[in-house]
């Protein structure tokens, strides 16, 4: 078994972290492990061989620098040293830098063993508090582990789902298929790598076993379906489902039961349910005639689902993307996201202010927010919930002619501003969590700008600082951040096609690689 030893455990024979990673600092750190550090050695069970080879690892900067990595992410820390179990969540994008691949080797044997002690739990939760860290394991531990962990939760899914073959009774098919899509369940899939694929999809088909005994009704095959949309799937499949939800809604995918099973009704009965449905006629229009139910706003309701994309659209998206990533270098990704690349260019570029000065000044604040930053902080406030942009509003108050749908599939979570581009228009603000999408509307010529980070925080302006800062109402911005920051706040865009009704943008990117805005109808330029 690998133990976790963590430089930290001897911080009393240096100062920081980066005194470690000149050649004067490790030296002396070294020279101190082996006068005085045999004690500690010797508490974490190191023999006399195990001492002298962590010593010589320290000849390795990267060694250093992982170690540093690994204490910055508590719960990270506190499994490989306590073994007590949190969610892991990257916070600080180490997954994203160009060193992730051999962090994941240099963790990996000590996270392994750590995570393999949870797979005797009957606990679902913990098993995907478990689960979430296996993105950090490398391709010669991540199976392994995986395997480990969700298979007990996948045979229980099975074993449910087969149990349901001699059900009679929607409501007792409900009662045993509601709990296989729970939401821990559905997390733990989704943390499964590509090496457990198959894992997610025996969970998929398990669960879609359901759909043909003769106790599933359509709405409940609905509501199954919708669920299984949670899971991250490739595009084939992923399509696959949205077709099924087509089907169904179109009476292509037939189900057994159809709700028509007798019942014995007393007269009484009968003229209290008429009394009642002629005061509610309108509520029995909506069971009669929208037999499913929908999570999107009743004006975006319709048989294509404005509130996602298409199979078609998304078949655009994908001839997009590949067109975008191929013009994106290689050497662009390989970008050390430690490195601040603001205020090194050549390149001027000269615009006229906007009409909207209010919506000038919030842009202007984040542009001088992002030219000031260094990227990889470790000192962030509390993460706290976004409460709007000074002088903004909600943007679900916004009112417009044009219906517009954003989708979120970055790894960052998003401010988006939208201003009407006049001297006094309105201006409205909200935050895009990763993986949400949210429908707002439109006008013509409106202006909008999007900041791409992570990890929101309440702004505290430095004090004695003779660089710019951001004005008084600058209240709140992300910690963690890399180039994709900067650039996201630079990309400024108007609605100029005034002719359509709906719209709809889909956001891309992470730490590695550029972070951009989709328009699937072509409707936005730069400005």
């Known amino acids: 078994m690998s133990v976790f030893l963590p430089i930290k455990a001897f911080h009393t024979f240096y100062n920081s972290f980066s005194e470690l990673l000149t050649s004067e600092g490790i030296k002396s750190f070294q020279e101190k492990l ?3 550090g045999e004690s500690i050695f010797q508490s974490y069970g190191f023999s006399k061989e195990e001492q002298g080879a962590f010593i010589q690892s320290l000849n390795n900067p990267k060694f250093v620098l992982f170690h540093s990595w690994t204490e910055q992410n508590l719960p990270l820390f506190q499994l490989l040293t306590e073994n007590k179990l949190h969610s892991f969540k990257d916070s600080a994008k180490h997954l994203q830098h160009q060193y992730a691949e051999e962090y994941k080797s240099f963790i990996s044997p000590f996270l392994a063993d750590s995570l393999l002690k ?7 939760e913990i098993r995907k508090k ?11 531990h991540n ?5 480990q962990l969700f298979s007990p939760i996948l045979q ?4 449910k789902a087969k149990s349901c073959q001699s059900l009679q009774e929607e409501k007792e098919l409900i009662t045993v298929v509601t709990p296989l899509c729970h939401k821990d369940i559905i997390q733990s899939t989704n943390y499964l790598s590509r090496a457990s694929y198959s894992l997610k999809m025996e969970y998929v088909d398990a669960v879609l076993s359901v759909l043909k005994y003769k106790s599933c009704s359509p709405r409940f095959a609905n509501w199954v379906l919708k669920e299984l949309k949670q899971v991250e799937l490739n595009n084939e499949h992923q399509y696959k489902i949205n077709d099924l939800i087509h089907d169904l809604k179109k009476g292509d995918l037939q189900v057994r039961n159809h709700g028509k099973e007798k019942r014995i009704v007393k007269t009484s009965t009968i003229l209290t349910f008429l009394a009642v449905l002629l005061l509610s006629s309108s509520a029995f229009w909506l069971v009669k005639y929208q037999p499913f139910s929908e999570d999107e706003e009743e004006e975006f309701s319709n048989e294509t689902s404005f509130m996602q994309f298409s199979v078609e659209e998304r078949k655009q998206l994908d001839s997009l ?3 975008m990533n191929g013009n994106i270098k290689n050497d662009d990704l390989q ?3 430690g490195t601040t690349l603001i205020g090194e260019s050549d390149v001027l570029t000269v615009r006229q202010s906007f009409v909207n000065q209010q919506f000038e000044t919030i842009h202007q604040d984040f542009l001088i927010d992002a030219e000031g930053r260094t990227y990889l902080s470790s000192n962030c406030n509390d993460e706290v919930d976004f409460y709007g942009i000074s002088n903004t509003e909600n943007l679900s108050k916004r009112k417009g002619k044009i219906k517009a749908m954003m989708k979120n599939e970055s790894d960052y979570d998003i401010i988006f501003v939208i201003a009407e581009e006049t001297e006094n228009g309105k201006i409205h603000s909200t935050l895009i969590k990763k993986g949400e999408t949210i429908s707002f509307k439109m006008k013509p010529n409106d202006v909008m700008f999007l900041v791409a980070g992570n990890h929101l925080e309440n702004y505290k302006r430095p004090q004695n600082e003779s660089k710019e800062l951001p004005s008084e109402e600058f209240k709140q911005r992300f910690c963690y951040v890399d180039d994709n920051y900067y650039n996201s706040i630079i990309q400024v865009h108007q609605l100029q096609n005034s002719t359509i009704s709906k719209v ?3 956001l891309k990117g992470e730490g590695s690689s550029y972070f951009y805005l989709i328009d699937i109808h072509s409707v936005l330029v730069d400005v």
């Open 34 to 36: 082996k006068s005085e």
């Open 118 to 124: 949870f797979r005797s739990t009957e606990s679902f």
């Open 130 to 140: 478990a689960l979430s860290f296996c993105q950090l394991l490398d391709k010669n």
């Open 143 to 147: 199976a392994l582990v995986e395997s």
């Open 156 to 159: 229980e899914v099975k074993n």
């Open 321 to 323: 993307l590949m067109v």
């Open 335 to 337: 970008i050390d996201q």
């Open 504 to 506: 709809k943008f889909l």
